[in-house]
């Protein structure tokens, strides 16, 4: 059986291996053929693993990727039959416009794979208000058609469907987040560097504000508070001003990148806990790579976090207030059993979450999902 997939992530068509790449090595192994349709790209990588092919656009305007999607992918449907395409929507959901009409002309099947929706839970910023509301529109129009929504949490994202009026049995629940244990786990002789701990881009869903105004509350407490920032994006000049602006320049280490996994790896265990004050994610990743490595996480409620970590049992859930989270650093600052006892019952927690078992689901839920729909239609 072929599979068609709209993806965002052209970096597929350059030389790196990175998440996306790693996850078709063993996604491709359940298919016959795999066509990748992404946006433009200076890659000139057009074939990876045996069976997937990448299309990039010849339009570096995303706002043309429709158009690509409609041109190429009538071209591979006059080529082979696909069983399913599979749309991967976000942001203003070029990927699902095009899936949408190509479903729509060529009678084949859409899911549309939404990991999670810009703004929601909370929406910090006037473009996350508008993608948000984008969302919504997308969803209660051209989704209509979609034979699924497929949805890699339990709660957030469903919950949303359900309010924009999509049914129960239109949402597919097939988790995406993956550990490469063989990278991330627990390295009890590195020495503990930093008292807190955060990793991502530098950007405003991240909760960065909030996080440096917790750690002022927390300094005020432990004058020794040692803290690093891992990432760099558009808010990275903003965050240095902030830290200068509450007094933490003492206090906070700024680390715009590493150049190896195993180096991340090393700085999970180096720090005695992972923070995230996300207000909107679709994992976040980082929150599973510590937990593999027995870092302890304390976090907000999104994304898949809800669906992992039991308050108290496997970390610390908290609100988006400052005061919360510092409470919750704290905590564990405190309390070294705590920490101990939170760090090893998180690394259990995750110790399922291979590349292989999870992908492998994946895959076969989508098999599962297609002879249930050729079911339906005789």
């Known amino acids: ?23 078709l090595a063993h996604f491709s192994r359940y298919w016959e053929h795999v066509d990748v349709i992404v946006p433009y790209s200076t890659g000139t990588r057009h074939q990876v693993h045996d069976n997937v092919y990448i299309h990039p656009s010849p339009y570096a305007s995303k706002l043309k990727q429709p158009l690509h999607i409609i041109k190429t992918g009538a071209q591979l449907l006059k080529e082979r039959p696909y069983g399913l395409i599979i749309s991967h929507d976000f942001g203003i959901f070029y990927n699902g416009v095009g899936a949408w009409w190509l479903s729509r002309r060529h009678d084949v099947p859409y899911v549309s794979e939404i990991h999670h929706v810009e703004g929601y839970p909370r929406a910090v910023t006037k473009r996350e208000r508008i993608y948000r509301l984008l969302a919504k529109l997308y969803i209660r129009t051209f989704g209509r058609r979609a034979a699924a929504f497929r949805v ?155 669906d992992i970590i039991q308050n108290g049992e496997n970390g610390l859930l908290v609100d988006w207030q400052a005061g919360a989270i510092a409470q919750g650093v704290e905590q564990l600052l405190n309390d070294e059993a705590l920490q101990q006892k939170l760090g090893e019952a998180s690394r259990q927690s995750v110790c399922h979450l291979d590349i292989e078992t999870v992908v492998s689901r994946y895959a076969k839920g989508y098999h599962d999902f297609i002879k249930q729909l050729e079911a339906q239609h005789g």
Do not use: W
Not at 1 to 18: K, R, V
Not at 167 to 188: E, G, Q, R, V, W
Not at 195 to 217: E, T
């Open 152 to 306: 890699v949490n339990q709660r957030e994202v469903p919950q949303f469907l359900r309010a924009q009026g999509v049914p129960n049995d239109k949402i597919l629940y097939l988790p995406s987040a993956f550990i490469d244990h063989t990278l991330f786990y627990p390295m009890p002789n590195i020495p503990k560097r930093y008292d807190v701990l955060f990793v991502g881009r530098m950007a405003a869903n991240k909760g960065l504000f909030l996080l440096l105004d917790a750690l002022a509350i927390v300094k005020e407490h432990k004058p020794d508070l040692k803290a690093c920032l891992l990432g760099r994006g558009e808010l990275l000049n903003a965050v240095r001003a902030r830290i200068q602006a509450l007094e933490l320049q003492n206090h906070v280490e700024i680390i715009e990148r590493l150049e190896k996994a195993e180096d991340v790896a090393e700085l999970y265990n180096a720090s005695r806990m992972l923070v995230c004050a996300s207000t909107a994610e679709g994992g976040p990743r980082v929150t599973i790579e510590a937990m593999a490595c027995g870092t302890p996480v304390v976090s907000t409620r999104v994304g898949i976090i809800p």
């Open 1 to 23: 059986m072929n599979i068609l997939m709209l993806s965002g992530d052209a970096t597929i068509a350059e030389a790196g291996e990175g998440v996306f790449y790693h996850m």
